[in-house]
């Protein structure tokens, strides 16, 4: 089956601390892992993928397929960065894109 | 480009009721899909539409189904509303090929009461 797990409801860090949001995946095939951003009153956006290994907004995530994580990490957080973080997955080289998220993760900066 | 844009925004509805919702794919893209998102947790997949037909379908009752026309825009319909049936319900847009990306609209939030 596939599943994707954000352990955190709510992640609350201070401003200029690192941050992690954690994603785990179940799936039998190959899969690709995406992490999408809602900012408030704003519609969901793709953040990152991990095929194309990009620092976005400084973020970055990391495909890790022995642990199946996809944490997204960031080193110095900033108050902008407060949003609600998905994670998902699609089945890797196919032309339909049938995302799978997760529950998402509320991200807190305080100044 | 508007983006992806979906109508009406929001809606009322009664129990038993119909319902039809409207999305407009971002420009150059011919994939819409649909996803329902009830309140705390993300966006489940609920079908797509590509070349005016059904591609693919997630676990959604027969009463969800969808349209799509030649100019790519897309209607979901939901028959025999039910109170569980309240919940954001989001369009997303892609064109055909590899490492595409998907493009979400706004949602329209409907409300069965």
């Known amino acids: 089956a596939q599943r994707v797990t954000q352990p955190e409801k709510l992640l609350s860090v201070f401003k200029g601390a690192p941050v992690e949001l954690k994603c785990n995946y179940s799936y039998s095939g190959s899969p690709e892992l995406f992490w999408y951003v809602q900012y408030s009153r704003q519609r969901l956006q793709l953040l990152l993928r991990?095929?194309s290994r990009e620092s976005i907004k400084g973020f970055t995530a990391d495909l890790n397929k022995g642990e199946t994580s996809f944490h997204l990490k960031k080193p110095f957080a900033q108050e902008e960065d407060s949003a609600m973080y998905y994670c998902a997955l699609s089945e890797a080289n196919t032309g339909f894109q049938k995302l799978v998220f997760g529950t998402g993760t509320r991200l807190l900066v305080s100044p | 480009d508007a983006g992806v844009t979906q109508s009406p925004t929001h809606l009322i509805k009664t129990r038993g009721q119909q319902v039809t919702l409207r999305c407009s794919p971002k420009s150059g893209h011919d994939t819409v899909s649909w996803y329902q998102q009830a309140l705390g947790q993300g966006p489940q997949f609920i079908f797509q539409y590509y070349e005016e037909e059904e591609r693919q379908r997630g676990n959604f009752p027969d009463r969800f189904s969808g349209h799509q026309f030649p100019n790519y825009s897309s209607e979901l319909n939901v028959n025999a509303l039910l109170l569980g049936d309240s919940a954001l319900y989001l369009c997303a847009s892609s064109s055909q090929g590899l490492n595409t990306e998907a493009f979400f609209g706004q949602g329209t939030r409907l409300t069965v009461v």
């Open positions: 991990h095929i």
